[in-house]
């Protein structure tokens, strides 16, 4: 839920709100959250997550003069190409995303970046997120 923001907006959020829609999991742990995460400069992630409903996998991101959706955004198989829907000021188009392992991808460049001694960029996108996270917690009243 967290890292798709700084992905898009290299940056933290400035506010996150949190609705826990349910915890009926073992012990009452939460199984759905929907969340409004803002960022600087009048943009923002949205999204639902939860084990208790039809099974849906997409990101919408909003920007002033932009919003991109996107389906399978986390589970696209190698073998898929993906499309993201990119609407600009009125004006639909589509980016094709080619195939490709996802996963591989990362792997090779963290592995790279280990033979380089390049570990700043994880560093610096693990406290992002950490901190993101923290918010996120703090809205949904979990710590």
Do not use: M, W
Not at 11 to 40: K, M
Request: net charge negative; hydrophobic share 40%; with cysteine.
């Amino acid at each position: 839920a967290i890292a798709p923001g700084r992905l898009f907006f290299q940056a933290e959020p400035s506010e996150i709100r949190c609705q826990i829609n349910d915890r009926g999991g073992e012990d009452g742990a939460d199984i759905a959250f929907s969340l409004l995460a803002v960022y600087p400069g009048g943009r923002a992630l949205v999204g639902h997550f939860g084990f208790n409903t039809e099974y849906r996998n997409y990101l919408n991101v909003f920007g002033p003069h932009c919003s991109v959706e996107l389906e399978r955004v986390f589970s696209i198989t190698p073998e898929l190409e993906n499309e993201l829907l990119v609407k600009e000021k009125n004006v639909s188009r589509i980016i094709k995303a080619p195939k490709a392992d996802c996963f591989e991808i990362f792997l090779s460049d963290v592995f790279d970046s280990i033979n380089r001694g390049a570990y700043g960029k994880y560093l610096d996108d693990l406290l992002c997120d950490a901190a993101a996270l923290h918010k996120l917690r703090q809205a949904a009243n979990v710590i």
